[in-house]
């Protein structure tokens, strides 16, 4: 009896942020994975209000993300976010204990999986699933997953872009890199150290990213006044950028990503790359939104490239699919506890 009721809740576990959808509510949580824990190892705040705290902390709070990379880099602080999400997720008057689908990145190892699995128990899961993040933004894209036809997945987070080639149900080809959101905002910070002699946060360069931020140099290019402290002075100070700057500034780091596609290209079997010329390549996750990055990809490639509908939110709706036919997935699930 007990069975039928306990709750089922998908989570996109991210390295910038938590999704967490509940079958039949949907999407119920897009919070920032930002944990501010005080000097004894008090878990002060978790989400939208930790994040406000980074970089504006006295000295006996640090607010920081406990994953790196897309992986569990602090263990504990992971355990108390999950236990926090999960309960705002499904109400605390909630008595069972619910089974869990995570995302983790199609890199892991099977020991960062355990990690994960043994992190949502503890924060009071039932059972807890695990699924590679490629197959859930296909899913949650709307890709017929299990059809004998190929498709490629390029799911690009805070952490780390993922690319799969998806064939019956399975991952023929992947690769994982840990150059994603993260990297590009701390390119900007980099740059605009040495350009403008300026020292900004994590916060404002992510703003800079979102607001003028672009793969490919502008025609008409954006404007944006950046606050922040001078290097020489010591000062407070604001300055201005532009588009064309910050197409400079991430370079490097949009080649590492458009690299790490053509590196699965070349593991790409010839029957199913010219499935992908038909399809195009579909773009999910926060940093795939770049502006003129599909656009990017292709001119890389030669391949069409095109974002998925909410991109953002593929993988956790991919978990929710999922969640709802457990027994159709079961071969691309693993670890239950």
């Not at 805070?158 to 701390?186: E, F, H, Q």
Request: glycine content about 8%; hydrophobic content about 45%; overall charge positive.
């Amino acid at each position: 009896m007990m069975e039928r009721f306990s709750p089922k809740v998908g989570i996109d576990l991210g390295t910038t942020s938590v999704l967490v959808y509940v079958p039949g509510r949907g999407i119920v949580l897009n919070e920032p994975s930002v944990v501010a824990v005080s000097d004894d190892n008090q878990i002060l705040a978790v989400g939208e209000e930790a994040k406000q705290m980074i970089g504006r902390t006295p000295d006996n709070i640090r607010a920081y993300r406990p994953m790196k990379d897309g992986v569990i880099a602090d263990y504990r602080v992971t355990e108390a976010m999950l236990r926090y999400f999960l309960k705002k997720a499904l109400g605390s008057w909630n008595i069972f204990r619910p089974e869990v689908m995570i995302s983790v990145p199609a890199g892991v190892t099977s020991t960062e999986k355990r990690a994960v699995v043994e992190a949502a128990i503890k924060a009071g899961a039932k059972s807890a699933y695990v699924v590679k993040e490629p197959i859930l933004a296909a899913i949650g894209a709307g890709l017929p997953i299990y059809e004998p036809q190929g498709h490629m997945i390029v799911d690009c987070g805070g952490g780390t872009i993922d690319v799969a080639v998806i064939s019956l149900g399975g991952i023929v080809a992947a690769n994982s890199v840990k150059c994603a959101g993260n990297r590009i905002d701390a390119a900007i910070i980099d740059f605009v150290k040495k350009n403008h002699n300026l020292s900004i946060g994590e916060k404002t360069a992510e703003d800079v990213k979102i607001t003028i931020g672009s793969a490919l140099p502008l025609e008409e290019e954006l404007v944006m006044a950046i606050k922040g402290r001078d290097i020489v002075t010591g000062l407070p100070r604001t300055a201005e950028i532009r588009t064309n700057e910050i197409v400079r500034a991430i370079a490097k780091e949009l080649r590492d990503m458009v690299k790490a596609i053509k590196d699965v290209f070349q593991e790409t079997p010839p029957e199913i790359a010219s499935d992908i010329i038909d399809h195009g390549i579909i773009m999910t996750g926060g940093t795939s939104q770049l502006r003129n990055f599909t656009e990017l990809i292709r001119r890389r490639t030669g391949v069409k490239a095109k974002l998925a509908d909410q991109a953002l939110f593929c993988v956790v709706k991919g978990t929710g699919v999922a969640l709802e036919h457990l027994d159709t997935y079961k071969r691309t699930i693993t670890s239950k506890r």
